[in-house]
């Protein structure tokens, strides 16, 4: 079975600042992974993916994220926070050959001015 | 391009009534997926169709849900009857690729209470 954490519920940072969303995952094989943000009363949007290559993987908005296999981690990281990041975000992995995704319960960004 | 497409937004009804819920993929997406997502956590896949045959519903209640995409293109998903448990957002989503790799593109959700 497959599995996704997000051990924060909640992350808080300052506008310029540096943030990290952190997800770890469970999976038997070679995992794709994936980061969606959601806005309020809007459906998820895909920010970026790892399938193989570079451990790290650039997105929209100046998001990107580090894979991590050894410590079967995808932390979503961006340079500097912006009031308009504010969302919740979810991680997902799935495997080579399912669509299945398996996805975390989300984690809610909040950045302040 | 026109992304998905669902409908109702929101629903309430009453715990032993049917509700239905419609979506339509981005064009040209073979694959389509419901989702469940209770309030605080993450969606949870119910079924996903490649075409109009289904690939995966090991996850979907189904003594009380159904779901048909009989032409490969829009898709249904039924209750019946209802269940207090079953207030959430339902989620449509597509992609292009059936294997893990494909981004998937989600539609705004029916949020339904049931009373």
């Known amino acids: 079975a497959q599995s996704v954490a997000q051990p924060e519920d909640q992350v808080n940072v300052a506008e310029g600042n540096p943030l990290t969303v952190k997800c770890t995952y469970s999976?038997?094989?070679?995992?794709?992974l994936f980061w969606y943000v959601q806005y309020p009363n809007r459906g998820l949007q895909f920010l970026l993916k790892?399938?193989?290559?570079?451990?790290l993987v650039k997105g929209s908005y100046g998001f990107e994220a580090e894979f991590n296999k050894s410590q079967t981690s995808f932390h979503l990281k961006k340079p500097s926070a912006l009031v308009s990041d504010s969302a919740l975000y979810f991680c997902?992995?799935?495997?080579?050959?399912?669509?299945?995704?398996?996805f975390g319960d989300g984690t809610t960004l909040t950045v302040k001015p | 391009e026109a992304g998905v497409a669902q409908s109702p937004r929101y629903k309430i009804i009453e715990k032993r009534q049917s509700v239905a819920f419609w979506c339509n993929p981005i064009?040209?997406?073979?694959?389509l997926y419901w989702y469940q997502q209770i309030l605080g956590q993450g969606p949870k896949l119910l079924i996903q169709?490649?075409?109009?045959?289904?690939?995966?519903d090991s996850q979907l209640p189904k003594d009380r849900f159904s779901a048909e995409r009989l032409k490969g293109v829009d898709s249904t998903l039924k209750i019946q009857p209802a269940k207090l448990e079953d207030s959430a957002v339902y989620l449509c989503?597509?992609?292009?690729?059936?294997?893990?790799?494909?981004?998937?593109?989600f539609g705004p959700g029916t949020r339904l209470t049931v009373l």
């Open positions: 790892y399938i193989t290559g570079d451990n």
């Open positions: 169709f490649q075409n109009n045959g289904v690939v995966d």
């Open positions: 997902a992995v799935s495997l080579a050959d399912a669509g299945k995704s398996t």
């Open positions: 999976v038997s094989g070679n995992p794709y």
């Open positions: 989503a597509s992609s292009l690729m059936s294997s893990g790799g494909g981004t998937q593109y």
């Open positions: 064009s040209g997406h073979a694959t």
